[in-house]
């Protein structure tokens, strides 16, 4: 199995019965795009980047694909839609979903077009990517950060650690 023909998928919902709505999604990548050959636990997050009141439930996957990544990439699209996904986003602003599939990284590959960009551009600013993707791949380096998620993972808990100390009077 050479690098190239491996992608990872983050998959996402807070909408619905949202086990069903990952199992469905996965169902699907395996029917249409490649087999899974690695999946993390499944992540309940607060929303980001948006308020909601739902919480979300995340995983990701390691799919084992020979399809091209524009295909592929279109292929998560049409499968959002018939999950119930109507649109990604409304006014430019994150909305509550019933499914979401990002492509995050495909083996090497650097694209960036205005259809799609991989390696995903957030996906290092994440935690509720880079969790479940650290547990499934820690050692994969990012092509353009050249660290590995792990690494990745680590620096993001570090910024999210808020250190508060005594004020002295």
């Known amino acids: 199995m050479s690098e190239s023909n ?21 169902n699907k990548i395996e ?3 490649g087999i899974i050959t690695s999946l993390s636990a499944f ?26 990544i524009h295909i592929l990439f279109a292929i998560t699209q ?31 590959q650097v694209i960036d077009t205005p259809e799609l960009i991989v390696p995903h551009p957030r996906l290092h600013t994440r935690s509720f990517v880079l969790d479940p993707l650290n547990e499934i791949a820690p050692e994969l380096i990012h092509p353009l950060l050249g660290k590995s998620i792990g690494e990745l993972r680590e620096e993001l808990q570090k910024k999210s650690h808020i250190c508060i100390t005594e004020v002295p009077k």
């Open 31 to 33: 029917e249409r795009i």
């Open 6 to 26: 491996r992608v990872y998928l983050a998959l996402g919902t807070n909408l619905g019965d949202k086990q069903q709505n990952i199992e469905e999604a996965l």
């Open 43 to 68: 992540y309940l997050t607060e929303a980001e980047e948006f308020q909601s009141e739902h919480i979300f439930l995340n995983c990701v996957c390691e799919v084992t694909t020979d399809i091209d």
């Open 78 to 108: 049409e499968i959002e839609k018939e999950i119930g996904r109507d649109q990604k986003s409304k006014d430019r602003q994150y909305m509550d979903r019933i499914i979401d599939i990002d492509l995050l990284l495909a083996g090497e």
